[in-house]
């Protein structure tokens, strides 16, 4: 299912009662924390992950019961380092220890 969750109709066609998972993956971080905490109410044992724009939002939405989060910029800045790692001939077991070990320096 995809529509803008903030929307009433959109949020009940999509099931939320039998779903497993909900994906946040919207361009403003007071929407994202809106519809979470209207999920969590509603739905609180489903498990929902989110696009973030901020450390701030990631903590905010870690209290309203978001399970996972991601930061569009801090991936894009992951993944341009993975090609440079791999320029200089690292393992890929290297790169993605290196690339973890930057995401735990990074983490809220």
Excluded: C, W
Excluded at 6 to 33: D, F, N
Excluded at 54 to 72: E, H, N
């Amino acid at each position: 299912m995809f529509g803008d969750a903030s929307r009433e109709a959109v949020l009940r066609a999509a099931s939320p009662a039998t779903a497993k998972l909900m994906i946040l993956a919207v361009p403003e971080g007071s929407a994202t924390k809106r519809v979470a905490a209207q999920v969590k109410r509603q739905y609180p044992a489903l498990e929902i992950i989110a696009r973030i724009h901020s450390d701030a939002d990631a903590k905010a939405l870690a209290k309203l019961g978001v399970t996972y989060t991601v930061m569009g910029e801090r991936e894009i800045a992951l993944g341009l380092s993975a090609h440079a790692l791999q320029r200089y001939d690292l393992e890929s077991n290297q790169i993605l220890e290196t690339l973890a070990s930057l995401r735990q320096v990074a983490s809220p």
